[in-house]
């Protein structure tokens, strides 16, 4: 079973309580861009496996039916131990090769991209890890783990992980020794040269203590979260490619044939000597670093709340009462993806972020009018027809007032 979808409503209290207690002490972590964005890329984490078919169900089914030297019994206790253990030991494999190889961190990096640290950080998923994620979790079904205990184990190791992406949480004394806690998962999420590349357990610390990644969160040293190559947007489109983007470019790039293929295989931040001279990429100045935080106008801050709403109800509807069809699946998800990519020019105060809200409306209008048109999928269409009248009628009244909306800074809401 997965536990995910149960423990959906618990991460929502959760956030809610932590901005309430940032806000109380004056330390509050959460800002309306961040927060959105971070969001949005869990939704299109979870809506995009309605479209995408990857390598790793039929793996695992290959693994498990003929090549698994032995079979686990599912009610003993034992095998939910075993398994649990084994889960997080091929994670911190995969972790830690999810940071040392570019091809695999392009696919983990959306995780690292927040410039802040809260449980909606922890929300911040990848939708390109189907494609190679897979791979350090084949061994547990040869060692005989049923593919039962394995979704429950991974959804459980998953919502362990929810707790530990903040910043209110300090050290927990002995607990540190063997767990993975907010204080050593903060070392992970920072870019301090000292920090970099460590502690990547799940579950269990005691890993990167065996294998020489474990570095303890100084109090002289103070965590700043991001990325080294600093993403500069709210896209989740361009937060999920931007690292395969740059490893094509700088294949194109380069002269070298040898270096061609190294890319592909390079260890996380090489890059061809003529393509690193001809085509620099900006690197995080921590001695000045500033958040990416353009201002928006408080309207902009409403509609991109109410658009993750949306979304999040939207996609949340559409994984608990799935249909068959592909062609409705690929419409939504198509969608509800272009609605993220319009709040986030909004939140980027894009030129074309008019035109490109026109262009998204239009086009929800379309397809609602085409499903009632054909009498398909009816109450979807009528929903989705009054959710693009609403908002039609709410940027109609802002574009009139606009001039007169104040631009404030993100961290006001």
Known sequence: MDFVPYAIPFFTLLMVVEFAWGRHIGHNTYRVNDTVCSLFMGNLRTISKLVMLGLGGWAFTQAETRYAITTLDV???????????????????????????????????????????????????????????????????????????????????????FWIHTEHIGKLGPLELVFVTASNHRVHHAQNAIYV????????????????????????????????????????????LHIYAGMIQDCWHTRSLRDKLRVWISRTGWRPEDVTRSHPRPKSDLSAFKKYDPPTARWVQVYAMAQLAVVSGAGTALVIFPQSEYLFNLTAVGCLLATMLTTSAWLEDSAGSWRGETLRLGGLVMVAGTALTLDRYTGPAVWLLIYSMLNIAYLGVISRTSSKSAVVPSTSA
Not at 83 to 94: E, I, R, T
Not at 99 to 123: I, K, P
């Open 75 to 161: 009610t003993s206790p034992w095998t939910w131990l075993y398994a649990l253990l084994l889960y997080d030991f091929c994670y911190y494999w995969g972790h830690r090769i999810g940071h040392e190889r570019t091809l695999f961190w392009a696919a983990h990096v959306a995780h690292h991209q927040s410039e802040e640290f809260n449980l909606s950080t922890a929300l911040r998923q990848t939708s390109t890890g189907f494609l190679l994620g897979w791979i350090f979790y084949v061994p547990m079904f040869i060692l005989g783990v049923p593919a039962a205990v394995f979704v429950s184990v991974a959804s459980v190791h998953l919502i362990y992980q």
């Open 197 to 240: 590349d460590r502690n990547y357990g799940g579950l269990l610390i005691i890993w990167d203590r065996i294998f020489g990644t474990f570095q303890e969160e100084l109090s002289e040293e103070k965590p700043v979260f991001g990325i080294l190559g600093p993403l500069r947007s709210w896209s989740p489109l361009w937060a999920n």
